[in-house]
């Protein structure tokens, strides 16, 4: 596609319930990533995504976060049992290699509100 | 452990006025990159520049220039004759090479409002 995309753009969930989080990276890019961008916090990383596999996970705040991409393209973060202290916009972005000095793509984010 | 510093939380200044925005940044590696993002009101990150620790060379884009300086570990970034379009959160990062991959650690982002 012409950027990354990701979807929902928000979502509002109950305290409990689980959710998923998509993400279309720009058609090539090999490498993907997630970061979370909340007040507290600001933004952190994630997980690193090199073709279909996760080479860096230790971003993922608990075991309750969990992430997959297939094909080398579409990715979903997956957060079971959600917190309240879950809530803030997940951000995900691709580059074409994951090489350092590489430009990173983002989308415009998931606001995630957990009720 | 890394980290960015930008001190200042927001910035309002008036058009065609000029502005830096402060980045400190720490680390004993001596290999690394670092970055500034300018994420609008949309929400997603634009990448505005990457500069490696091996070269110091300020750079210049149009109106936005950038200050290497690797003697006080600062990357500032200045908007010369700034317009109400550069109203955005800027933020600066820092990416080690050893990581093997790039893996951005974030300042906590500059509020730039230009008012017309």
């Known amino acids: 596609g012409a950027g990354v995309s990701q979807s929902p753009s928000n979502k509002v969930t109950e305290k409990g319930k689980d959710v998923e989080l998509r993400c279309d990276p720009i058609s090539g890019h090999t490498a993907l990533y997630w970061y979370r961008q909340s007040l507290g916090q600001g933004l952190e990383f994630l997980i690193y995504?090199?073709?279909?596999?996760?080479?860096?996970k230790s971003g993922l705040p608990s075991d309750r976060f969990s992430a997959e991409r297939t094909g080398g393209s579409v990715s979903t973060l997956t957060i079971q049992r959600t917190q309240q202290e879950d809530s803030a916009v997940y951000l995900c972005?691709?580059?074409?290699?994951?090489?350092?000095?590489?430009?990173?793509?983002f989308g415009s984010g998931t606001q995630l509100s957990v009720l | 452990a890394q980290k960015v510093t930008q001190a200042q939380t927001e910035i309002s200044v008036v058009e065609k006025e000029d502005v830096t925005l402060d980045c400190v940044y720490e680390t004993r590696d001596t290999t690394y990159y670092l970055f500034w993002y300018k994420q609008p009101p949309s929400g997603e990150l634009v990448f505005l520049i990457r500069r490696n620790s091996f070269d110091e060379q300020n750079e210049i884009s149009g109106r936005y220039s950038w200050n290497f300086q690797k003697s006080t570990s600062s990357f500032n970034f200045t908007i010369t004759a700034s317009q109400v379009v550069d109203s955005a959160v800027y933020f600066c990062a820092l990416t080690l090479m050893n990581t093997g991959f790039q893996k951005l650690v974030f300042g906590t982002g500059t509020r730039l409002l230009v008012s017309p």
């Open positions: 972005a691709s580059s074409q290699a994951g090489d350092f000095g590489e430009k990173l793509f």
């Open positions: 995504f090199q073709g279909n596999s996760a080479p860096d």
